[in-house]
């Protein structure tokens, strides 16, 4: 990746100062002082803290030139400044210009849960063809998104964007950055309800994804979700495709088969071939069937995709399993829940098969708003405690499934903790023995990462 001053000044509507030579070359966009390696150019975005203050440690952290939205008397004299009149519209524009130079396939991915398992599936079955680039961790809104963009090779083919949001508006300005030829919408669950007041108003914000969606270009989505079918009506058939579980879908699963550490299936239109996934959960085959119907638009056969599946990386945190400090296994899956996530990863790990006990950790999920209460109660539909041997909760709002599932317990078997972790961790260190599974699922401002962190070797 190299841009010229010229280049990103054009690309930015901006103005170029203190400047000897205008082709001068940057190989870097970075907003962090501390992430800029030498010839970057440095973004000093304004939010909380205005950027612009830490101007000093991003020259002396390598700092070719800055893009600059406070008075130009304030810019350093002895650096290249691109006087811009906000620096954060300016970091946008010029990840859109930089999209359209390289000119890769661009796909969309977006939904309450599964994104980013869907992101890295997509990635991975593009890769059978096309060299990639995608979304890293969770860089999925406003600023993410353009910086994913310009840490893009420029020999790049196709690449593969995450889409996040927490309120109406965010998915549409995504959308109309990256200008996706393919969009992804892998489900409608609860996730940021508090902010949407329904189902429905999360629905009408994921569709936002499609207002950017190039003329000819493809939605994928369930196609068993009504929330979706009824916003997808006005869509021309030959620009919609469907996944799920039964035969009116354009693609759907046969034969699933969940074990401890994968999964398995075929499909409809490859029936004789089975997938599979090195993960478990049969709900991940919906984010597959998502990934294989993108393939299938870029010209890519399911057995070549299949292929790839058997294999990709997931991002770390998102149901992975670790060594416990004393040989338990730990299913961790605590980087993000909704009630709904949350209630498929119980059926799983009710499902499998243990030596030892199965040992459930549950911490609140977050951003529920005024239906906290009824959501978590939910969740209590999921906990069978003939398939649970202990079953610990964490946090003020799982005191509502305590309540509710109290019961079905005795008083050895379940726990509720809140504020500080040190007595749960400690608890949870006498009580797992080697041949214990244990799951911990929860919103990650809850912290039970931090749990994960002291259980595993």
Do not use: C
């Amino acid at each position: 990746m190299k841009w010229t001053l010229k280049e990103i000044a054009s690309a930015t509507d901006g103005v170029l100062y203190h400047a000897d030579d205008e082709n001068k070359e940057v190989v870097k966009a970075a907003f962090d002082s501390r992430s800029l390696q030498e010839g970057s150019l440095f973004v000093p975005l304004v939010a909380e803290r205005n950027g612009h203050e830490y101007i000093e440690s991003a020259i002396s952290n390598g700092a070719a030139a800055a893009l600059w939205s406070d008075p130009i008397e304030q810019a350093p004299k002895d650096l290249p400044i691109i006087q811009v009149e906000d620096t954060m519209k300016a970091f946008q524009q010029f990840a859109k210009w930089y999209l359209k130079k390289v000119d890769p396939k661009i796909i969309g991915v977006t939904g309450s849960n599964g994104k980013t398992t869907t992101k890295d599936m997509v990635e991975a079955v593009l890769s059978a063809k096309y060299k990639t680039h995608k979304t890293v961790g969770n860089f999925n809104n406003h600023i993410g998104l353009p910086y994913t963009i310009l840490e893009m090779p420029a020999d790049t083919e196709a690449v593969v964007l995450e889409m996040g949001m927490s309120e109406a508006g965010e998915i549409h300005v995504l959308s109309m950055l990256a200008e996706p030829d393919a969009a992804v919408i892998t489900m409608i669950g609860e996730s940021h309800i508090e902010f949407f007041g329904s189902r429905a108003g999360i629905a009408d914000a994921k569709m936002e994804i499609t207002d950017g969606l190039k003329p000819e270009g493809v939605l994928i989505y369930p196609g068993e979700e009504p929330l979706l079918a009824e916003r997808t009506q006005k869509l021309p058939s030959e620009r919609k495709r469907t996944f799920g579980k039964n035969e009116d879908q354009d693609l759907y699963a046969l034969n699933v088969q969940s074990e401890m550490r994968q999964t398995s299936f075929s499909v409809n239109q490859a029936p004789g071939l089975t997938i599979t996934l090195p993960m478990p959960g049969e709900y991940n085959v919906q984010n597959a069937l998502a990934a294989l119907l993108v393939g299938l638009e870029f010209d890519i056969s399911i057995e070549q995709s299949a292929e790839k599946l058997a294999h990709f990386q997931l991002t770390k945190n998102r149901l992975e399993w670790l060594e416990g400090f004393n040989g338990a296994q730990l299913l961790n899956d605590a980087y993000n829940a909704s009630p709904s996530s949350m209630k498929a990863v119980l059926r799983y790990f009710s499902s499998i098969e243990s030596s030892g006990k199965k040992i459930v950790v549950l911490g609140d999920v977050l951003e529920l708003g005024a239906l906290s209460e009824e959501l978590h109660k939910s969740i209590a539909e999921a906990i069978d405690p003939k398939a649970i041997d202990q079953l610990i909760l964490y946090g003020t709002e799982m005191g509502v499934v305590y309540k509710t599932v109290k019961e079905d317990f005795t008083l050895e078997t379940i726990r509720h903790f809140s504020g500080d972790k040190t007595p749960m961790i400690d608890y949870l260190r006498k009580t797992i023995q080697p041949d214990d599974v244990v799951l911990l699922k929860s919103s990650l401002g809850t912290g039970i990462l931090n749990v994960v962190n002291e259980l595993k070797k």
